[in-house]
């Protein structure tokens, strides 16, 4: 992600480009979650590896809340990226740990 | 036949990496220069941003101490780890062991009679003469045989109310029943009224001391304020309070009675002069809760002024003015940091119902209203009062105990605000500090699960947690105090 790829503010929208070589396709929805309550994202179809998203926001919104708003997008978008990287690697171990945990369980008895 | 190395995965996948494995974790921004990363037993550390990549990535040198706290804490292993994934299995199965219990806590709802007029009533009181609002005696033994049903070792009777002296014949017949009943079934039975003890007398006295039934109060701050957010006739709510505890300190025994106070805009300004009133009243506890969005106080408009951010400067300063009563010799603790600090640090968690995953509704708590209805917990009854009956289970003495235990009321809900499936929960890491709430979502966005970017579950969840993390990181002495409430 470079300055270039992020659009101006026009009252309304921010339009960016995302790399997703960079960045998973689930990342950039799962930040997109976390920031819903300032503004909304609207994902467009990928052109080979750049996704368009358009960053639109409430009516009277300025262009440094809106800004501000982007940048803790992309803030957020690291974090989540690192996170789903963390998931990946650990997702058999989680599963290993629950399934021991209960293992010993009488569950179905107690029922 | 197939052969069984299709279903297994090699136990190279789970063997650690020439340096280190990671084990499952979740991290977050504490504030500008730390992060928290946490796991799925509550163990937790902070680390900068340049650290937690270092961890990820595999580039933490294995003679640093952060190495050494992060294995100990179960966030890595390597070879030298003999059983981190056995002591995780073990840590996590006791924390979650409360689930297989199952409903502890039953509320019978005795009455919606009751003599006080408070503007905040989340259970829409009826006139003290409005008797048809009373539970009968048959759903009364109904509820109690619904109630033995749970597998749960120890079972809480709460009565409430309206107030739930105003029908104290059958309270005592409760009381006396279940202890009859309990010969058989052999559990380890509490009660508990909550009342606001205008209409306290030594029958009630003298039969709490006989069975050890304990009373929770409501006690809203200062005389002014307490009769202001309080209304009696006569204003005389406040005094007929004080002297309620004072009786059923002497009566009963000092521990038999706690107190609640129900925040308002009014009361988040003067949160100081509440928690003064409470030690001044020989209290050592105190709850710094948040208004629920039911009842009447959603109709007068209390839930929108008092908001997240004001309740959570309420409790940042109530919580330093507890410190301050603590470090001068008084011991004060605050309950609900207490139930944060209990998911921080025991080995069990919390037991309290409200803070669970999967929630506390139905399995944790049960709610038998006067009527015969059953609902999921307190605050679904009182959404039930605003015409919303989404956790309605059923009806004692038309559906039976199993129907309503595998409700789609209940189980939809339960399945579908699991935290560790919701979006954004699921990667939090005050997930194991938190928990679902279906019915806060379902009152304030008509959805069980909610969005989490608008909830102020969340956002009050998330700003508490970070307060006492950074109090507990940052400042020694809190640190000291805040732990002796554990």
Same mark, same amino acid.
């Given at each position: 992600?470079?300055?270039?790829?992020?659009?101006?503010?026009?009252?309304?929208?921010?339009?960016?480009?995302?790399?997703?070589?960079?960045?998973?396709?689930?990342?950039?929805?799962?930040?997109?979650?976390?920031?819903?309550?300032?503004?909304?994202?609207?994902?467009?179809?990928?052109?080979?590896?750049?996704?368009?998203?358009?960053?639109?926001?409430?009516?009277?919104?300025?262009?440094?809340?809106?800004?501000?708003?982007?940048?803790?997008?992309?803030?957020?978008?690291?974090?989540?990226?690192?996170?789903?990287?963390?998931?990946?690697?650990?997702?058999?171990?989680?599963?290993?740990?629950?399934?021991?945990?209960?293992?010993?369980?009488?569950?179905?008895?107690?029922? | 036949?197939?052969?069984?190395?299709?279903?297994?995965?090699?136990?190279?996948?789970?063997?650690?990496?020439?340096?280190?494995?990671?084990?499952?974790?979740?991290?977050?921004?504490?504030?500008?220069?730390?992060?928290?990363?946490?796991?799925?037993?509550?163990?937790?550390?902070?680390?900068?941003?340049?650290?937690?990549?270092?961890?990820?990535?595999?580039?933490?040198?294995?003679?640093?101490?952060?190495?050494?706290?992060?294995?100990?804490?179960?966030?890595?292993?390597?070879?030298?780890?003999?059983?981190?994934?056995?002591?995780?299995?073990?840590?996590?199965?006791?924390?979650?062991?409360?689930?297989?219990?199952?409903?502890?806590?039953?509320?019978?709802?005795?009455?919606?009679?009751?003599?006080?007029?408070?503007?905040?009533?989340?259970?829409?009181?009826?006139?003290?003469?409005?008797?048809?609002?009373?539970?009968?005696?048959?759903?009364?033994?109904?509820?109690?045989?619904?109630?033995?049903?749970?597998?749960?070792?120890?079972?809480?009777?709460?009565?409430?109310?309206?107030?739930?002296?105003?029908?104290?014949?059958?309270?005592?017949?409760?009381?006396?029943?279940?202890?009859?009943?309990?010969?058989?079934?052999?559990?380890?039975?509490?009660?508990?009224?909550?009342?606001? +003890?205008?209409?306290?007398? $030594?029958?009630?006295? @003298?039969?709490?001391?006989?069975? !050890?039934? *304990?009373?929770?109060?409501? =006690?809203?701050?200062?005389?002014?304020?307490?009769?202001?957010?309080?209304?009696?006739?006569?204003?005389?709510?406040?005094?007929?309070?004080?002297?309620?505890?004072?009786?059923?300190?002497?009566?009963?025994?000092?521990?038999?009675?706690?107190?609640?106070?129900?925040?308002?805009?009014?009361?988040?300004?003067?949160?100081?002069?509440?928690?003064?009133?409470?030690?001044?009243?020989?209290?050592?506890?105190?709850?710094?809760?948040?208004?629920?969005?039911?009842?009447?106080?959603?109709?007068?408009?209390?839930?929108?002024?008092?908001?997240?951010?004001?309740?959570?400067?309420?409790?940042?300063?109530? +919580?330093?003015?507890?410190? $301050?009563?603590?470090? @001068?010799?008084?011991?004060?603790? !605050?309950? *609900?940091?207490?139930?944060? =600090?209990?998911?921080?640090?025991?080995?069990?968690?919390?037991?309290?119902?409200?803070?669970?995953?999967?929630?506390?509704?139905?399995?944790?708590?049960?709610?038998?209203?006067?009527?015969?209805?059953?609902?999921?917990?307190?605050?679904?009854?009182?959404?039930?009062?605003?015409?919303?009956?989404?956790?309605?289970?059923?009806?004692?003495?038309?559906?039976?105990?199993?129907?309503?235990?595998?409700?789609?009321?209940?189980?939809?809900?339960?399945?579908?605000?699991?935290?560790?499936?919701?979006?954004?929960?699921?990667?939090?890491?005050?997930?194991?500090?938190?928990?679902?709430?279906?019915?806060?979502?379902?009152?304030?966005?008509?959805?069980?699960?909610?969005?989490?970017?608008?909830?102020?579950?969340?956002?009050?969840?998330?700003?508490?947690?970070?307060?006492?993390?950074?109090?507990?990181?940052?400042?020694?002495?809190?640190?000291?105090?805040?732990?002796?409430?554990?």
């Amino acid at each position: 992600m470079n300055d270039e790829t992020i659009g101006a503010f026009d009252g309304r929208q921010i339009r960016v480009m995302i790399d997703l070589r960079s960045y998973r396709l689930s990342a950039v929805k799962k930040a997109g979650y976390r920031i819903a309550a300032r503004c909304t994202l609207i994902l467009g179809s990928p052109l080979e590896h750049d996704l368009p998203v358009t960053f639109t926001f409430k009516p009277g919104t300025d262009g440094s809340t809106a800004n501000e708003a982007v940048r803790a997008y992309f803030q957020e978008l690291l974090d989540q990226e690192l996170r789903e990287s963390v998931v990946e690697e650990t997702a058999p171990l989680r599963a290993l740990i629950l399934a021991q945990a209960f293992s010993r369980t009488d569950l179905i008895r107690r029922g | 036949m197939t052969p069984i190395r299709k279903h297994f995965r090699s136990s190279s996948e789970f063997a650690p990496a020439p340096h280190y494995r990671l084990l499952p974790l979740r991290f977050g921004r504490l504030d500008q220069r730390r992060y928290i990363v946490t796991n799925d037993v509550g163990e937790y550390v902070l680390l900068s941003r340049d650290e937690l990549s270092a961890l990820v990535e595999r580039r933490l040198p294995t003679d640093s101490e952060l190495y050494r706290a992060l294995k100990a804490r179960h966030f890595l292993f390597d070879e030298d780890s003999d059983c981190a994934l056995d002591l995780l299995a073990l840590k996590y199965r006791s924390r979650a062991d409360q689930v297989a219990n199952f409903t502890g806590l039953h509320i019978f709802v005795l009455t919606l009679r009751c003599d006080h007029s408070c503007r905040y009533c989340q259970v829409s009181r009826q006139l003290e003469s409005a008797t048809s609002f009373d539970m009968q005696q048959e759903h009364a033994e109904l509820a109690l045989e619904f109630m033995f049903r749970s597998p749960s070792p120890n079972l809480k009777l709460e009565f409430q109310g309206g107030e739930p002296l105003l029908n104290f014949k059958l309270l005592r017949w409760i009381v006396e029943r279940a202890l009859d009943l309990n010969r058989t079934h052999r559990r380890r039975l509490q009660f508990v009224i909550a009342s606001n +003890l205008a209409n306290l007398n $030594d029958d009630v006295l @003298a039969f709490a001391r006989e069975h !050890e039934i *304990y009373f929770s109060t409501s =006690l809203d701050g200062p005389q002014d304020l307490h009769d202001a957010q309080r209304p009696r006739p006569n204003r005389d709510g406040y005094e007929r309070t004080i002297r309620g505890i004072e009786r059923i300190r002497a009566a009963v025994g000092p521990s038999f009675v706690s107190a609640l106070m129900t925040p308002t805009q009014t009361s988040l300004g003067c949160v100081e002069q509440i928690i003064d009133e409470y030690v001044a009243r020989g209290f050592h506890s105190i709850f710094l809760r948040s208004l629920s969005p039911f009842g009447f106080a959603v109709r007068n408009r209390l839930t929108g002024g008092a908001s997240t951010d004001a309740w959570l400067a309420f409790y940042q300063r109530g +919580l330093q003015r507890i410190l $301050d009563v603590n470090y @001068a010799g008084y011991p004060l603790r !605050e309950e *609900y940091s207490t139930i944060l =600090l209990q998911k921080l640090f025991s080995p069990r968690g919390s037991n309290y119902v409200d803070l669970q995953s999967p929630a506390g509704i139905g399995i944790g708590a049960l709610v038998f209203n006067y009527d015969g209805s059953v609902y999921a917990s307190d605050e679904a009854r009182m959404l039930a009062e605003m015409n919303d009956h989404s956790f309605r289970l059923g009806r004692l003495g038309v559906d039976s105990y199993d129907a309503m235990m595998t409700s789609d009321a209940l189980l939809d809900p339960l399945a579908s605000t699991l935290l560790e499936s919701s979006p954004m929960c699921s990667d939090c890491p005050y997930l194991p500090f938190c928990g679902a709430d279906p019915v806060f979502h379902q009152a304030t966005q008509r959805d069980p699960m909610g969005h989490k970017a608008f909830s102020g579950f969340c956002a009050k969840q998330m700003g508490a947690i970070s307060h006492l993390l950074t109090r507990l990181e940052d400042d020694p002495h809190a640190r000291r105090v805040l732990q002796s409430w554990v």
